[in-house]
């Protein structure tokens, strides 16, 4: 796998957080920028992390808005059982996986595989569900097996991101928004029985028009939609503007380079599994998307899992991707406090 401007942690740096007490060390993993994440250990490994964090629940949200991540590494976490009781500690309900566009199977009530992509593929940065009109605030990362080599979450702060990114190609985005476009069965990607956890028409129908998506049949049982989005946020609680899209990932280009090539040979462009473009239809040029690809790779942050390892992420402030890997892996996902919060008029302070 070939890694250009990786941030690779290799030691921790101890920073002073006044907010918790005595029983654990608040530490960072050093990187080139930024300070993400926020890495949390138990001084005493009998430290039940879920008593803790119930007494700590305010101190750990503002934690997580400042820094965007928070790492806990060291805990006694032993089961997938366990980190769903922690994960009820932040929010008691969890969100199903919605409008999916990666299969995922639940694994312990509405806590799921990360991805059932293949291992020898990379999983490009993005924001759970941005291209949806609902979304998670919060997203939780459960390490049960790490890879033997690879595998890594990387992560990325989508306020570096966009504050990187071309103006021009940020005020661009923010006029025109991006058109997802969905093709779904016929071999090629997931088909809509699955994406919408229904057989029944009607029901994709009335979802389709509760979320403001265009939809259309096709030779009877086949489905297209069209969902304009937003492409850059105002998170709700910090204020702060983020790139939140998922332009770069649902391109056509995004794909492996043989079935890609497959696709643009044998299948019109209207009937690709999966395509963007700007809002108003035009095509995403080339040299955007690169640009986009570049930023990210650029501000990624990458470290090895640790068994029992437990990662929460601001949606909103955070991306994740994954990295490919070898031998058996385990990391299952858990997500809550559904947002639909658009903020997203266009602000002079990003001209």
Same mark, same amino acid.
């Given at each position: ?64 808005? #400042? $820094? ?9 976490? *032993? ?12 929010? *008691?309900?969890?969100?199903? $996986? ?68 071309? *103006? ?10 991006? @058109?997802?476009?969905?093709? $779904? ?15 029944? #028409? ?31 946020? #105002? ?5 702060? %503007?983020? %790139? ?12 492996? &380079?043989? /079935?890609?090539?497959?696709? @643009? ?7 690709? *599994? ?17 640009? /986009? ?11 090895? %899992? ?38 997203? &008029? ?6």
């Amino acid at each position: 796998m070939k890694k250009v401007g990786i941030k690779m942690q290799k030691e921790v740096v101890a920073i002073q957080e006044t907010m918790f007490d005595q029983k654990v060390r608040v530490e960072l993993l050093p990187n080139v920028q930024g300070t993400l994440p926020l890495v949390i250990r138990p001084i005493d490994e009998q430290l039940d992390l879920h008593a803790w964090v119930k007494e700590h629940a305010d101190q750990l949200e503002n934690s997580l808005l #400042k $820094y965007g991540g928070i790492l806990f590494r060291g805990f006694d976490v *032993p089961t997938i059982e366990s980190f769903e009781s922690l994960t009820k500690q932040f929010a *008691p309900e969890l969100v199903e $996986y919605g409008e999916r566009s990666t299969p995922r199977t639940e694994v312990q009530g509405r806590v799921y595989t990360s991805t059932e992509y293949p291992a020898d593929q990379s999983i490009p940065q993005h924001n759970e569900n941005s291209y949806a009109h609902q979304w998670a605030m919060k997203i939780w990362f459960y390490c049960a097996q790490p890879a033997q080599q690879g595998g890594e979450t990387p992560i990325a702060d989508s306020r570096e991101v966009l504050s990187l990114l071309d *103006p021009a190609i940020v005020r661009r985005f923010m006029e025109k928004k991006v @058109m997802y476009v969905r093709n $779904y069965g016929g071999g090629l990607d997931l088909p809509w029985q699955d994406v919408f956890r229904t057989e029944d #028409k009607a029901v994709v129908e009335q979802y389709c028009k509760k979320m403001g998506m265009e939809y259309e049949w096709l030779n009877g049982d086949c489905l297209r939609t069209r969902s304009l989005r937003p492409a850059v946020a #105002k998170h709700p609680k910090t204020g702060d %503007w983020v %790139w939140f899209n998922q332009a770069h990932l649902f391109h056509v280009t995004n794909l492996p &380079e043989e /079935i890609r090539d497959y696709i @643009m040979m044998a299948v019109p462009e209207e009937n690709y *599994p999966r395509n963007t473009y700007f809002g108003d239809g035009q095509p995403i040029d080339l040299a955007i998307l690169e640009e /986009i690809r570049n930023v990210f790779e650029r501000t990624s942050v990458y470290f090895p %899992w640790e068994k029992r390892d437990v990662l929460m992420l601001d949606n909103m402030l955070v991306s994740h991707g994954r990295a490919p890997f070898t031998g058996p892996r385990k990391v299952v996902v858990a997500m809550a406090d559904p947002s639909t919060n658009y903020t997203f &008029e266009f602000d002079s302070g990003l001209n």
